[in-house]
């Protein structure tokens, strides 16, 4: 099938696609045209990347999932210590927004909200209201 049919049936955009065949991610045969020829392994090879893709896997991640994922005689504790460290990587990004939620809650509540033309949010912007942009994570 085409590229547009590959694309359509795994829900990625053609560019997707195409960038996935640049970087060999996914190696569709060539007809004598030169045009790429997706089978039905390569859709389902497209569906596993976007799959893999929307939990945040990075590019060289999900090249390492699609490794173990054709070597049968994976160890599935390899799979396991990639999808942790994702787990990780997300729980550091939520105390990261966690943090910054704090913060744009503190000058929020700090601003008055009226006609006056002082506005702590602003203020915190430019770094005139100390430590108001603190955005480093808290334990928790």
Same mark, same amino acid.
Request: net charge positive.
């Given at each position: 099938?085409?590229?547009?049919?590959?694309?359509?049936?795994? *829900?990625?955009?053609?560019?997707?696609?195409?960038?996935?065949?640049?970087? *060999?991610?996914? /190696? %569709?045969?060539?007809?004598?045209?030169?045009?790429?020829?997706?089978? &039905?392994?390569?859709?389902?090879?497209?569906?596993?990347?976007?799959?893999?893709?929307?939990l945040g896997f990075s590019i060289e991640? /999900?090249?390492?999932?699609?490794?173990?994922?054709?070597?049968?005689?994976?160890?599935?504790?390899?799979?396991?210590?990639?999808?942790?460290?994702?787990?990780? &990587?997300?729980?550091?990004?939520? &105390?990261?927004?966690?943090?910054?939620?704090?913060?744009?809650?503190?000058?929020?509540a700090a601003c008055h909200g009226d006609?006056? %033309?002082? /506005?702590?949010?602003?203020?915190?912007?430019?770094g005139e209201e100390e430590g108001a942009?603190?955005?480093?994570?808290? %334990? *928790?």
């Open positions: 099938m085409n590229i547009r049919d590959a694309a359509r049936l795994s *829900g990625l955009p053609v560019k997707t696609v195409r960038y996935y065949d640049e970087i *060999g991610l996914v /190696c %569709p045969d060539r007809r004598e045209n030169g045009y790429r020829d997706y089978s &039905q392994r390569d859709v389902h090879m497209l569906r596993f990347l976007a799959r893999a893709r929307s991640e /999900c090249r390492q999932l699609l490794s173990l994922y054709q070597d049968r005689n994976r160890a599935s504790r390899d799979v396991k210590r990639l999808a942790e460290e994702r787990i990780r &990587q997300i729980d550091r990004k939520i &105390q990261e927004l966690k943090a910054l939620r704090a913060t744009l809650g503190h000058l929020v006609d006056r %033309p002082d /506005c702590p949010i602003l203020d915190g912007l430019a942009l603190d955005t480093t994570p808290m %334990p *928790g």
